[in-house]
């Protein structure tokens, strides 16, 4: 396993909620990643943030690790979901909430 994908490996398996963006949650830097955030923010669970715009081997290793072309990807309890596609079908449908209540996901503070 190469240092990125074990660096990788390590955020993923850190936290319950990942999302690898480009930008942050008070500021996303695409519109993808500003979905991403509003989807996530609304199922009111609690996740982190990794700006892949600051590291650009991260940037390029999350897409080798998930076998995804695109930025922005959700992991849940250290499984990728998808990217906000995926996440805005599955919230539409209510299986992002279900997802994450089956995980047992941490509700967001505040």
Request: net charge negative.
């Amino acid at each position: 396993m190469s240092d990125v994908s074990s660096r990788i490996s390590g955020i993923v398996g850190d936290s319950d909620v990942v999302l690898f963006m480009k930008g942050t949650p008070l500021f996303p830097q695409c519109g993808f990643s500003s979905r991403a955030v509003a989807i996530l923010d609304h199922c009111g669970v609690a996740y982190e943030s990794v700006d892949v715009l600051q590291d650009m081997e991260v940037r390029q290793g999350i897409k080798a690790f998930s076998d995804w072309p695109t930025i922005p990807q959700l992991y849940v309890k250290g499984e990728f979901v998808g990217g906000s596609d995926i996440m805005m079908e599955m919230f539409e449908a209510g299986e992002l909430q279900q997802l994450m209540n089956e995980k047992q996901v941490a509700k967001a503070e505040g």
